[in-house]
C-alpha cells in the first residue's frame, strides 16, 4: 500500500483554501493547514479529523522565513514528508495608485509572492527526496490588470512567472509547477471589496454573473476540484501551466 501523501495547503481557515483543504483530506491526504487566524484554523482542523481524516493547523506567516521553516519541520515530523503544496494564502489591499501607500505594496507583494517563494523553497527538499511533487500556486485574473490593484495584480502576475520558472528547475525531480487562476469567486475578500466599493453583496454578484459566459459566480469548491486533479497521479504531464477557472475565456 502506498503511503499517504502530505499536503501544506496555506490561507486554509476558510475560502478557497478551506474548500482545498477539505477535498484533499476526503480523497485520503493527510493535511497541513496554515494560516494566521488561529480560531478559524481549529474549525477546519476538527471539520477533517472529524469526517476521519488526518489534519494538524499551524498559525503561520507565510512572508516571515523562519516561521515558514518551522512549520514546515514540523509538517514533515507529525504528518510525514510533504508532497503537495497550495500556495494560497493572500491578502488584499486595494487602492488607485495615487493614493496606495508603500505598506499597502508591501504587504500584499510580501504575502503572496514572498510567501510563495518561501513555502516552496522550503518543501522542495522533501519533494525532490520522494521524486515526486506537486505545487500549486494561487494566481488570478487580476493579473491581467484591474483597476485599483496595481499591487495584487503585479503579485498574481508575479506567481505566473514563478510558477513557470519552478517548473523547469524542479521538472527533472519529478515534480510539477502549476497555478490556478480564479475569477469571480465567492469568498470572504469579494465580499469585502463589494464593501469597498460600497455595493450590495446581491447588486455586486449580479453584476458579476451577468459578465460571465456561463452566467454564474465561482465558488470555492470550483477551484478546489482543479486542484485536486493538477495534485493527482494523472496530472504528472502538466506542468508550467496557468489555468484559468473563470467562468470563461479570461487570458
Known amino acids: 500500500m502506498a503511503a499517504q501523501r502530505v ?29 494566521v487566524d488561529e480560531d478559524a484554523l481549529a474549525e477546519r482542523v476538527v471539520e477533517v479529523t472529524a469526517s476521519g481524516g488526518r489534519a494538524i493547523g499551524i498559525k503561520a506567516d507565510v512572508a516571515d522565513e523562519s516561521t515558514v521553516v518551522d512549520a514546515v519541520t514540523r509538517v514533515s515530523e507529525e504528518l510525514g514528508p510533504p508532497t503537495i503544496l497550495v500556495n494560497n494564502a493572500g491578502v488584499t489591499r486595494d487602492n488607485l495608485l495615487h493614493k496606495m501607500s508603500v505598506l499597502d505594496w508591501d504587504s500584499v507583494m510580501s504575502t503572496h509572492l514572498r510567501g510563495a517563494f518561501l513555502m516552496s523553497r522550503a518543501v522542495q527538499p522533501y519533494m525532490v527526496s520522494e521524486n515526486w511533487g506537486r505545487i500549486i500556486n494561487l494566481s488570478s485574473v487580476s493579473a491581467l490588470g484591474n483597476r485599483g490593484q496595481a499591487n495584487y495584480s503585479t503579485a498574481k502576475a508575479g506567481i505566473q512567472g514563478l510558477t513557470k520558472t519552478l517548473a523547469i528547475e524542479l521538472g527533472p525531480f519529478g515534480v510539477t509547477v502549476n497555478a490556478i487562476a480564479p475569477g469571480f469567486i465567492e469568498t470572504d475578500m469579494t465580499r469585502a471589496t463589494a464593501e469597498r466599493v460600497g455595493v450590495s453583496w446581491e447588486e455586486f454578484t449580479s453584476r458579476a454573473a451577468a459578465a460571465i459566459p456561463v452566467r454564474r459566480i465561482g465558488q470555492p469548491d470550483d477551484i478546489a476540484a482543479v486542484v485536486s486533479f493538477l495534485t493527482g497521479e494523472e496530472a504528472g504531464f502538466i506542468s508550467g501551466q496557468v489555468i484559468y477557472v473563470a467562468g470563461g475565456p479570461r487570458a
Open 7 to 35: 499536503a501544506i495547503v496555506t490561507g486554509a481557515a476558510r475560502g478557497i483554501g478551506a474548500a482545498t483543504a477539505l477535498r484533499s483530506a476526503a480523497a485520503g491526504t493527510a493535511i497541513a493547514i496554515l494560516d
